[in-house]
């Protein structure tokens, strides 16, 4: 047998051990990360073979009772090892002598690191799901303060129509929303238990797959046991959700780095900047670290992506490096979120600045067109009459010069005059744009309400996926209580 699923393995691994690539070789201290998880693993492992007739309930419960001294002593005062896997191994092999081996029966550390991965996982892709749903409701109550603050609306960066800061918050709340249900869909296949997959192709074993995953929390078992060892699709399905994410994140941001700019948002002195030389300055550099995050993420995927193109099945060691990108972007995007939310949360809406640059470049001229368009014009000759009038002043006497212009008649025989004068309004214009997602007050409550209930529905459901966790922890626990 190989080194990689007997008890022989540790003096085999003495032939292997040292040598110039000894440091190259070794994930031990990027293995911190999954310590805890590696020692529940461990634990739900010797717990199955005990309850298998595997090795006998003696051995199990000093193997478990090794355990727990191991984790109260902490990942640095493991000897030394190729990786977290046989560093604990080591340290169980000496606290037990010998028998101490009988742990790493029927499985590799290729099924063990993908499942600790996986269970360490899921823990970051939580807390993550939590960051979204802090800003979605930092977004929402934003929402609910200003759906009557007007403010202008842009495409190109160009005045377009006027808005309200409500119907703009909401517009990144669905997106937002998109975001936290691409990191469930993740989490749904993050959670799933590789263990018993050995090194790539089973074990004469008569283990129970089914029991360890149910003790680790895991919803279900990888059938395949060269998949289940050696697919890291999870990682990158995580690693774009994060990034699309990071990407959301980063329009959000600049969006308020420009309002910012412009005096439309005032952000709270705890998320701004100030310089070391020019004392009048409050600068936006929070969101501007939050808006280049999705950069980092963007070079995850693609370094995880490049890593893992083209690996023939099964384990290779390239595999260890992969790993890294999932936990620099989790951590990375999760605290953006969280900065995002903060800055949201605090920052304060200036009502009367927004309300004077609402109608701006002649913003509402889409809905003076819409007017005429609505009294019997052609859209095509109504966009055409107010295009005319845009280039001579943008007011109502522009207006009616150029529909006599085009039209060979009084712009009075088409429409109310009260009418364009209040389609010229910003507040109005809003009103009147009513229709279903739109800015209008009544559109927008519409969405908000929709917002909050999705809002539940998610916040639910994370804690479902909390409680489970935490329940498996539980069982786990009790069932190691047994036999120490
Ligand atoms: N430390 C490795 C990793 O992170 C697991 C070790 C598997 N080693 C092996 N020679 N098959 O992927």
Request: charged share 25%; aromatic share 4%; hydrophobic share 40%.
């Amino acid at each position: 047998m190989d080194e990689e699923g007997s008890d022989e393995g540790v003096v085999r691994r003495d032939r292997f051990s040292g040598g110039p690539a000894r440091s190259f070789l070794s994930s031990l201290a990027a293995d911190e990360r999954i310590f805890e998880a590696d020692l529940e693993v461990d634990r739900a492992h010797a717990v199955m073979l005990a309850e298998c007739g595997i090795v006998d309930d003696e051995t199990v419960g000093e193997i478990l009772t090794a355990l727990d001294a191991i984790e109260v002593e902490g990942h640095a005062a493991l000897p030394d090892g190729e990786d977290v896997h046989e560093a604990i191994e080591t340290a169980v092999i000496e606290r037990v002598g010998p028998d101490g081996g009988k742990m790493h029966t029927a499985r590799s550390r290729n099924d063990e690191v993908a499942t600790c991965i996986r269970y360490r996982l899921r823990e970051d892709v939580l807390e993550a799901l939590e960051t979204t749903l802090g800003l979605r409701e930092a977004l929402c109550e934003v929402a609910a303060e200003h759906t009557e603050t007007v403010m202008p609306g842009y495409t190109h960066l160009q005045p377009a129509q006027p808005i309200t800061v409500a119907h703009w918050t909401l517009s990144y709340e669905s997106a937002v929303r998109r975001d936290t249900a691409r990191l469930l869909e993740a989490y749904a296949r993050i959670n799933e238990s590789p263990l018993g997959g050995a090194a790539f192709a089973g074990t004469t074993f008569d283990i129970d797959r089914e029991r360890t995953a149910e003790l680790l929390g895991f919803d279900s078992v990888i059938e395949n046991s060269m998949d289940a060892s050696s697919s890291r699709d999870f990682l990158l399905e995580t690693t774009q959700a994060l990034s699309t994410l990071a990407t959301t994140l980063s329009g959000l941001a600049e969006d308020l780095v420009v309002f910012a700019n412009r005096g439309f948002v005032d952000l709270s002195d705890d998320y701004a900047s100030t310089s070391s030389i020019m004392p009048q300055k409050k600068n936006p550099d929070t969101l501007e670290l939050v808006r280049a995050i999705a950069g980092d993420a963007a070079g995850a995927v693609q370094g995880l992506t490049t890593t893992l193109k083209g690996l023939p099945r099964a384990y290779n060691r390239d595999l260890q490096r992969a790993t890294s990108h999932a936990w620099e972007t989790v951590d990375a995007v999760r605290e953006a979120t969280e900065v995002a939310a903060g800055t949201v949360a605090t920052a304060d809406w200036p009502e009367d600045v927004l309300a004077d640059a609402a109608g701006e470049g002649f913003s509402t001229a889409t809905g003076v067109a819409d007017l005429l368009a609505a009294n019997g014009l052609p859209f095509r000759t109504a966009h055409e009459v107010v295009a005319i009038a845009a280039e001579r002043g943008a007011d109502y006497d522009a207006i009616a010069a150029a529909a006599e212009e085009v039209l060979g008649e009084s712009l009075e025989t088409y429409v109310d005059p009260d009418a364009v004068a209040a389609a010229l309004d910003p507040t109005e214009s809003v009103a009147s744009r009513d229709s279903q997602g739109g800015p209008a007050p009544v559109a927008v409550e519409t969405q908000l309400e929709a917002a909050r209930d999705a809002l539940a529905a998610d916040e639910e459901s994370l804690e479902a996926l909390e409680a489970s966790l935490e329940t498996a922890h539980e069982t786990l626990r009790a069932e190691v209580n047994g036999y120490v």
